[in-house]
């Protein structure tokens, strides 16, 4: 802890120290607890806080149940050796879980962008661990090619053409493909993605559907319901009702708009 | 031309008086951008009489330049310079370096290969 390299922070907690001290009888538990801590690391160094606990133990009555509570460095390394973490915080240090493809077909291509490796990677790491937990088979990232953009410009804002600086930018690319999965199961990872995006990285997803063999028979046995749905964008298909005229090519050629020169001259010609 | 142009201004960010032109030029080419192509529609059209081809070409020919494509130029956002503007950044070169160097385009740094 950095408390216990600086002395002027030293002794500022001890000064906070001192009426939480003496006012033990009647303080909160949880103002203490917060507070013990650096009063542990204190205690270690400087005799002048250390001689202050010691007077405040001998003043108090020795009964406090308080005291006995034990400092949570303490407990937790107390717990350490005996117990885990729970399996789903534990497998976030690890790598991340996967699922077996049991055909292989490719369901869904996902591609992350982004031009920074950190937040590209989290993100695809993000993804596969929600695929797991989805239970969509996925496999990647696999890192495509980067894309690199490269400007050459002037150093200067007017000529001096010799003096030039370069510019880039590297897009970085992942893909992860789900294989096999229900293509409503891959919708929900994807609005799942959408909903946690992550910043500075963009996603792009091309999804495939797989049908039966008689897709001709499902196709017209789908028509009449398709055709209903489409009833209402096709209803608004053609030409707008107040550009529709009925004049002939000729007319509207002849129109006068069209036909008078925009010129003075031929103001004055007409009248 | 002062005729098309907004009476109230309509554009915001950096502004002069070329950058409102062309933002004024942008507007009236939307604006005639269907007559201007059934004009030329007509002209193209082989099957139409040849009065009517000729004539649309010369109601083409009289129409604004204000209503042409080819009057519209890109310019730098930030200081509306029209020469080597970058389409990526809609900026010119020099705001181009300025802002990369302060860090401000996501990705651009310093190259060195």
Redesign the interface.
Known sequence: MSLTFSPRLLSRVGQRLQPLVLTRHSSSLTGLERNNPPSADVSRTSSLVKDERISGHSAEPSASPQLQAKDWVQRLEGLSGKARLPRSVQAVYLRPLRRKAEYGLPVCDLQLRS??VRNVEFFSDFAIRAAYYLGLPVSGPVPLPRIV???T?????FVHKKSQ???????LRRLIQVKDGNSQTVQVWLAFLRKYAFH?VGMKANMWEYDSLDVVENLDRAGPETEKSLEGLLSQFGQRQDTKSDDS??EI??KDH??T??SPLSEVGRR | MSMFRNKKLDLGGFINGKIIRDHTKRRVFEANEVERQALRYVIRNTTLPQRARAQAQLQLAQMHAYTRSTQIRNRCVAGGVARSVFRDFRLGRYQFREQALAGELPGVRKASW
Do not use: D, H, Q
């Open positions: 031009y920074s953009e490269r400007w410009v002037p150093r200067s804002n600086e370069n510019f880039e930018r590297i897009t500075g090519l000729v050629l002849n069209l036909v020169l925009k």
